[in-house]
């Protein structure tokens, strides 16, 4: 009779710990379904619409960039001294962490590592705090090989840090000088749906 008791006891135990469980999953399924689901690292919502790119477009890669921009202080064309890019350099990771384009340039070209390449041109900015450069929103010219990049239309630059030199004068008694900024920034590759 005991062997029968202690057997029933362990059923019940069992019993009430599934029901329970499954009772309380149900439960925290529910809770979660009114929770909004997180924004996608490349949501149009947050940016301005300046860079925003139109309608009929998806996102095919998204990546983070650190590298560094290489600048010289030179006159401009319309005559006062400036610091100005020469060219960049950086790596981009995509979302898991691997290591897929090399940035480089003049012009911007992304290089993935499947071989395919993309040239952009910038079409609109907006600022992003003092030190940091412009959002960017640039345009790809028709790309180069097939993977990756093929057919890519936007490439969009958000999420900025650094890269401008605010704090070094340039004028003509250092034109020629060179000075290399670190920076980061998160490229969104787009094509036409």
């Given at each position: ?123 609109a900015v907006a600022t992003n705090g003092e030190f940091n450069l412009p959002l960017q929103l640039a345009r790809a010219e028709p790309s180069m090989g097939t993977g990756a990049l093929q ?43």
């Open positions: 009779m005991r062997s029968t008791n202690t057997k029933f006891r362990t059923l019940g135990s069992s019993l009430i710990g599934t029901t329970l469980m499954v009772g309380g999953t149900a439960l925290m399924m529910a809770a979660c379904s009114n929770v909004a689901p997180l924004p996608k690292e490349f949501s149009q919502d947050t940016l301005p619409m300046s860079i925003g790119v139109p309608s009929g477009h998806k996102v095919v890669l998204e990546t983070t960039a650190t590298g560094v921009l290489n600048y010289e202080c030179r006159a401009t064309p319309a005559g006062p001294f400036a610091w100005t890019l020469v060219s960049p350099q950086a790596n981009l990771l995509d979302r898991t962490g691997k290591d897929v384009v090399a940035y480089s340039g003049p012009p911007a070209k992304w290089t993935h590592i499947d071989g395919s390449s993309v040239v952009g041109n910038q079409i057919n890519v239309s936007f490439i969009q630059r958000i999420k900025t840090k650094g890269g401008v030199e605010k704090t070094k004068p340039c004028g003509t008694a250092n034109g020629g000088e060179k000075v290399t900024l670190p920076y980061q920034a998160d490229y969104i590759f787009w094509r036409p749906v």
